[in-house]
Nanobody, 131 residues
């Protein structure tokens, strides 16, 4: 059973920073983050492929968020700087297995850009940014 456990969420003022972590029971080549705010659609935030290639960032976070991974620790990170109130929401760590990647044309990018319900999901960590 794959387990993904997020941590690092919290409440900050606009302009502040948070670092999310996701500890995985096993590491996957394709991993990333989704977020969802109340009343809004779920959004793929960032994805990273094995070797540290940063595959995808949502336009809304480019230049402010950085995704990284430490395979030795089975841990995924999301460094979030210059936070805005619109960044508030539940952040989910997601691992995409090879079979799901094949459903998306062998791409790690597509599930996060277009959205997916597949893969393995953590329980989420709440981020609240106040103005």
């Amino acid at each position: 059973q794959v387990q993904l456990v997020e941590s690092g969420g919290g409440s900050v003022q606009a302009g502040g920073s948070l670092r999310l972590s996701c500890e995985a029971s096993e590491i996957f080549n394709c991993m990333g983050w989704f977020r969802q705010a109340p009343g809004k659609e779920r959004e793929g935030v960032a994805a990273i492929y094995t070797g540290g290639v940063r595959i995808y960032y949502a336009n809304s976070v480019k230049g402010r968020f950085t995704i990284s991974r430490d395979n030795a620790k089975n841990t995924l990170y999301l460094q979030m700087n210059s936070l805005k109130p619109e960044d508030s929401g539940m952040y989910y760590c997601v691992a995409i297995g090879e079979s799901v990647m094949q459903e998306y044309g062998g791409s790690c990018y597509n599930p996060f850009r277009g959205g997916t319900d597949s893969g393995y999901w953590g329980q989420g960590t709440q981020v609240t940014v106040s103005s």
